[in-house]
T-cell receptor, first 110, second 113 residues
Framework: EDQVTQSPEALRLQEGESSSLNCSYT??????LFWYRQDPGKGPEFLFT???AGEEKEKERLKATLTKKESFLHITAPKPEDSATYLC???????????FGTGTRLQVTL | DAGVIQSPRHEVTEMGQEVTLRCKPI?????LFWYRQTMMRGLELLIY????????DSGMPEDRFSAKMPNASFSTLKIQPSEPRDSAVYFC???????????FGPGTRLLVL
């Protein structure tokens, strides 16, 4: 069974304090690893897809990386508007479904 | 462009009542997914459709849950009878095909009393 574990559960940063969120996975035949951002009361918003180890993608202050066992979401010089829950999900084998982790709640304070 | 549209946004009902959740996928997308989100279990897939046909319903909790997709622009998730443990946020997502990125709607927050 596919498993996705995210850490930490919650993270509090000061504005400008860079950090990383972790997503470790156990799947058979990874076909894609997805990062989403979810604001309170809203649906998950797509950020990135990574397909193979060594791949990296960037968007503004966010950078996602992928190894054979885990993915990191690096947040550089975060701002309060980056506060949200960040979800990691995998697609594996022949399945079309996404298997989600439980997310990391990020709070960025002034 | 309109994203995935879900209705109602909030639903409060009493145990035993029938609940119907509705979803309009992004135009041109031919795959539609229903997820449920709870604090305890996070986001879990209930069922997905490809070209209006149910492909995988292994996540549907029990016979009280049913889903239909009568055409490419509309899907329903029905719970009958509803129970308090069904309280959760239900999300609909769509993608261009079953292998592409899934885009989520705003969700329906369901409370069963």
């Amino acid at each position: 069974e596919d498993q996705v574990t995210q850490s930490p559960e919650a993270l509090r940063l000061q504005e400008g304090e860079s950090s990383s969120l972790n997503c470790s996975y156990t799947v058979s035949g990874l076909r894609g690893l997805f990062w989403y951002r979810q604001d309170p009361g809203k649906g998950p918003e797509f950020l990135f897809t990574l397909y193979s180890a060594g791949e990296e993608k960037e968007k503004e202050r966010l950078k996602a990386t992928l190894t054979k066992k885990e993915s990191f979401l690096h947040i550089t010089a975060p701002k309060p508007e980056d506060s949200a829950t960040y979800l990691c999900a995998v697609k594996a084998g022949t399945a079309s479904k996404l298997t989600f982790g439980t997310g990391t709640r990020l709070q960025v304070t002034l | 462009d309109a994203g995935v549209i879900q209705s109602p946004r909030h639903e409060v009902t009493e145990m035993g009542q029938e609940v119907t959740l509705r979803c309009k996928p992004i135009s041109g997308h031919n795959s539609l997914f229903w997820y449920r989100q709870t604090m305890m279990r996070g986001l879990e897939l209930l069922i997905y459709f490809n070209n209006n046909v149910p492909i995988d319903d292994s996540g549907m909790p029990e016979d009280r849950f049913s889903a239909k997709m009568p055409n490419a622009s509309f899907s329903t998730l029905k719970i009958q009878p509803s129970e308090p443990r069904d309280s959760a946020v239900y999300f609909c997502a769509s993608s261009f095909n079953s292998q592409e990125t899934q885009y989520f709607g705003p969700g329906t927050r369901l409370l069963v009393l």
